[in-house]
């Protein structure tokens, strides 16, 4: 009888811990057409880190339609894509030691996928916060928000 208790006891503990794990992460996909197939973002305040994977559905190569996800302050996001232009594909076009990007992932291109994780202590709640593409050009079409949730 104990065994199976213990059993059961572990079992939910293993269901609350990838439930939790489900809530602490997201997936976003990219596009030949420059989108992100989501435009907000919600990152419980109980995670002690969020992962995001990137995707890229598309058919072209980075050097041509590549993409990354990137998070900062709303107010850092375009100063961010300004200084990374000079860093190039090779950068990622992400200045280095940039302390503006509280996150991001590589630049990928068609079938690629890059993830990255943050913990989430560094958001403030209240504070606006933007995910994007840093590649030249893309943050016009490839923006979204980032919201701390209780």
Not at 6 to 16: E, G, K, Q, V
Not at 140 to 148: A, N, P, Q, Y
């Amino acid at each position: 009888m104990f065994a199976k208790a213990a059993a059961l006891t572990l079992l939910t503990l293993a269901s609350a811990h990838a439930l939790a794990d489900d809530q602490c992460a997201v997936t976003v996909d990219s596009t030949d057409s420059m989108t992100f197939d989501t435009k907000a973002i919600e990152v419980p305040k109980s995670c002690p880190s969020f992962k995001v994977t990137l995707t890229h559905s598309g058919t072209l190569p980075k050097a041509v339609m590549g993409h990354n996800w990137v998070l900062s302050k709303d107010a850092d996001a375009q100063g961010i894509v300004s200084d990374g232009m000079a860093a190039n594909l090779d950068k990622d076009y992400i200045k280095e030691g940039d302390e503006r990007v509280l996150a991001h992932t590589k630049v990928i291109g068609a079938g690629e996928t890059d993830s990255v994780s943050f913990d989430v202590s560094r958001l403030v709640a209240g504070q606006s916060y933007v995910f994007f593409c840093s590649f030249p050009g893309h943050i016009s079409m490839m923006k979204g928000t980032v919201t701390l949730k209780d």
